[in-house]
């Protein structure tokens, strides 16, 4: 059931070689949440000898070669992270351990895991086939972006790696379809969701700011990112593309997003839920704790949050399975030897946005001058929590199933905006889904701050906390909230993390410790305000905290005493 990782696999397969080499930076876990896993098993499903390797390590020839040169290309990701994010703190510090690593030492991920990992392919092959670039890294580094690990502007990482193309998004099926056409010797370069380099962009594509222009101008790189935003959603996208030097870089629309169908036969298919023999040998990996018996059941985010990509990587149409499919997925689990009656999560990037989506979005694209729940939800949003009640209902109700949890995070504001099924939803979770404690993100009290972060007034939040711990007293449980909190974010000063902090003390009663410094990620509206100083949107200049220091003080000022909401 793993994909092959040694050349004895191959052989006990009877393949002289593999047709595609999918490289990553993750440690294998054959597992629908490690997304080399998926794609590889979906390529397997269409027909084609898919091999992986995990980690490989980078001084050498021995890990790259070990499956040989495919037939088709290489695909290659830095894994379930952007590498920088996975080796460094927002402080900048590296980070000494790995959930995705055996063991749990971060000695395996290099830097910039997609340019080096490339490189290395093309030390070792010198004239191969072509190098696909996927993945959460290459794909928020699409186009020239903000990198503050260099703290400058860089050129699309298609240049930077001197891969062939790359595939953004989820790519399921754009990365079969592009086999396909290689497997056929057709040009794959009009396939949705492919980027590429290019001496001329086909005609009707709009030219974004050049990467020099951007890289020099703040107002040129703000441009550029407003009509990069606004080109992502398949429904109403069209090409894109940036001059680099005397190149372009093209990047085509995005493939329209998998239907129900599709999105079923995906998750269907079989997973071992384990660390392949050959890397659990490092010793244990964390990760497979919480993602063995969780459940996705759906993708993409409408929540905008400024400081997201998700909205850039999966989409903002929210797109779900099948209570069916979740329920084979949920008997399936049970069977599994090492299941012991819990599942551990049932969500998607926002758990609760699950079976509903506005018929706008999906018939005429994302709008591209409002937000869905920006600064309040939006009355087009047909928010309905039935078809998540039903399905924790019948998920719940699977012979071996002992509990199902919800531990991916909701949004409160759809809980209060559903006058419906709102409260219904929220007792059922409060009820029978979660371990003691609901976690929320909040992420301030400031209302300014909260513009600049797109998040919801905190009305909201009092008014959620005060029917939460109405329902937890009614159900008999002893329950409490968790608070996440995110400091120096562009927007935020030192003064607003102590209104913050009195706002937890008088009004949460507690002293927050999960606090999260802001890590100016590539390819979101809160980078794009950390770059420039200025609020994207009205051109007007925002406070940013750039200094380590001050950056550590905003969250020093937080951290301290009692840290849960309890009454
Ligand atoms: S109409 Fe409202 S819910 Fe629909 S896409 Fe626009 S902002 Fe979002």
Redesign the pocket.
Same mark, same amino acid.
């Given at each position: 059931m793993f994909l092959p990782t040694t050349a004895a696999e191959l052989r006990d397969r009877g393949w002289d070689r593999p047709d595609i080499v999918l490289v990553t930076g993750d440690t294998y876990i054959d597992s629908p949440f490690i997304g080399a896993a998926l794609i590889g098993k979906v390529l397997t499903a269409a027909g084609f000898r898919v091999g992986i390797i995990a980690q490989p390590a980078v001084d050498s020839g021995a890990d790259i070669g070990r499956l040989g040169e495919p037939r088709l290309f290489w695909g290659v990701t830095g894994g379930s992270l952007d590498s920088l994010v996975a080796n460094y703190t927002a402080g900048g510090r590296r980070r000494r351990t790995d959930d995705l690593t055996p063991g749990g030492r971060n000695d395996r991920r290099p830097d910039r895991a997609v340019i080096v990992y490339s490189n290395l392919i093309r030390r070792h092959y010198k004239k191969t086939v072509p190098i696909v670039l996927g993945g959460i890294e290459a794909s928020l580094r699409r186009l020239a972006h903000y990198d503050y690990w260099s703290n400058r502007i860089r050129r699309s990482i298609l240049f930077d790696a001197k891969a062939d193309y790359l595939l953004y998004g989820m790519a399921d099926n754009s990365v079969v379809a592009l086999a396909r056409r290689l497997q056929a010797s057709r040009s794959p370069l009009d396939l949705p969701g492919l980027c590429y380099r290019a001496a001329r962009p086909p005609a009707a594509y709009l030219e974004l700011p050049a990467y020099e222009e951007a890289a020099a101008d703040p107002e040129a790189f703000t441009a550029m990112f407003h009509l990069f935003y606004r080109h992502q959603d398949p429904v109403s996208a069209r090409g894109l593309c940036q001059r680099h030097g005397d190149r372009f870089l093209v990047h085509n629309p995005p493939a329209p997003y998998l239907s129900q169908e599709e999105l079923d036969r995906v998750h269907g298919l079989a997973f071992a839920r384990e660390v392949h023999p050959f890397y659990r040998r490092g010793g244990p990996v964390r990760a497979l704790d919480t993602i063995r018996f969780s459940l996705a059941s759906h993708r993409g985010c409408?929540g905008a949050c400024s400081f997201c990509a998700i909205a850039v990587h999966q989409g903002q149409t929210v797109r779900w399975r099948s209570q069916a499919s979740l329920v084979a997925e949920a008997e399936e689990l049970v069977r599994h030897p090492a299941f012991k009656g819990i599942i551990t999560d049932v969500g998607g990037p926002t758990a609760n946005m699950y079976g509903f989506e $506005?018929g706008?979005?999906t018939s005429r694209g994302? @709008?591209r001058e409002?937000? $869905?729940l920006f600064p309040a939800v @939006?009355n087009?949003?047909p928010v309905d929590h039935r078809p998540q009640i039903e399905l924790l209902r019948r998920l719940r109700r699977v012979p071996g199933v002992r509990k199902v949890f919800v531990a991916s995070g909701i949004r409160h504001d759809l809980v209060l905006a559903d006058r419906r099924w709102g409260e219904a939803y929220l007792r059922e979770l409060v009820t029978h889904h979660i371990s003691g404690q609901l976690k929320l993100a909040p992420e301030h009290s400031e209302p300014h701050v909260l513009a600049a972060m797109g998040k919801p007034a905190i009305t909201s939040l009092l008014a959620f906390r005060d029917k939460f711990f109405q329902l937890t007293r009614e159900a008999g449980k002893k329950q409490f909230l968790t608070y996440y909190f995110l400091a120096a974010h562009p927007g935020c000063r030192a003064a607003d993390m102590r209104r913050l902090r009195r706002f937890a003390q008088q009004q949460l009663r507690l002293s927050p410790r999960q606090v999260q410094i802001f890590t100016p990620t590539p390819a979101t509206y809160a980078t794009l305000m950390y770059w420039t100083g200025k609020d994207p949107f009205s051109g007007e200049e925002i406070p940013v905290a750039r200094n380590s220091r001050e950056r550590a003080r905003q969250k020093n000022i937080l951290v301290a005493g009692k840290t849960t909401s309890r009454r």
């Open positions: 409408y $506005c706008q979005k994302v @709008c409002k937000r $869905c @939006c087009r949003l």
